[in-house]
């Protein structure tokens, strides 16, 4: 299990680092980004070292089967990234596109951990596809939570780059919420912002109610994600780690 935390921390590592390198971002965990410090062809390269070592470790494990389910799952992680650059500003991208790209971006690699540590814990198929479950849940519920944190987050409390989705054109939960608000204002002026791949500034936007509730109609609906997952905790023995 221990090996198991480390690969996948390594690989998530490795992502963050590349994702970095994407998003042009300078800080994060309150330091300066590989990218921000070494330029991004290093950046480039850390990741992938990190990425391929992640691997190395995996075949100590000596199953093809283990192998085979993390790189799916990489891949899954990476199509999920390219899915989400090619609809960048892109106005036409529904809430169902949405979810899939946060599964594939952010899920995978929770999912990779719960339900591998059911798979390393031979416990039953119907056992092990209900932790699958409950990781891909709990990482849709932690991406929504994320992308709320660029819109009202605080940069120094959350230790990276933040107010940066609208601007990028990166259509999140909460923005798909502020684009149909009601307010026909902020509606317009958002829709245009993204369409002239304008700078969104927040500071204008915050103090109308329409702001707030976005953020909250996407925090409870990671709520609701969240108490799913918790439903799947009733599958398990009942052992003090469960409760
Ligand atoms: C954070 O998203 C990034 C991810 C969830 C995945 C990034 C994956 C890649 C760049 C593919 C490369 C993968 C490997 C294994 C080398 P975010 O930008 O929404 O979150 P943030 O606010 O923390 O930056
Ligand atoms: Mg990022």
């Avoid at 829709?191 to 109610?209: C, F, G, H, M, W």
Wanted: glycine residues 4%; charged residues 25%; hydrophobic residues 40%.
């Amino acid at each position: 299990h221990i090996r198991l935390g480390a690969i996948l921390e390594m690989i998530h590592m490795a992502s963050l680092v590349h994702d970095d390198v994407i998003d042009m971002a300078d800080k994060r965990r309150d330091v300066p980004t590989a990218n921000s410090l070494w330029g991004n062809s290093l950046a480039v390269l850390l990741g992938d070292i990190l990425f391929s070592h992640a691997m190395v470790v995996s075949t100590e494990f000596n199953s093809i089967d283990f192998c085979k389910r993390l790189a799916s799952i990489v891949r899954d992680v990476c199509q999920g990234e390219v899915a989400q650059s090619s609809r960048l500003y892109d106005l036409s991208m529904t809430k169902e596109e949405y979810f899939e790209i946060i599964r594939k971006k952010t899920a995978s690699l929770f999912s990779a951990a719960t339900g591998g540590s059911a798979w390393l814990s031979n416990v039953s198929p119907e056992i092990e596809n209900a932790l699958y479950q409950l990781g891909d849940l709990l990482g849709v519920a932690y991406q929504i939570y994320d992308d709320c944190l660029d819109m009202v987050g605080d940069e120094d409390d959350a230790g990276k780059t933040l107010h940066t989705d609208a601007s990028k054109g990166k259509l999140t939960l909460p923005i798909f919420y502020l684009l149909e608000c009601g307010d026909r204002n902020v509606e317009a002026s958002l829709r245009e912002a993204i369409e002239n791949q304008e700078t969104v500034d927040y500071s204008k936007l915050k103090d109308n109610p329409v702001y707030a509730d976005s953020v909250n109609k996407a925090i409870q609906v990671a709520l609701n994600k969240n108490e799913a997952a918790r439903e799947i905790l009733w599958l398990l023995p009942q052992t003090e780690y469960r409760e």
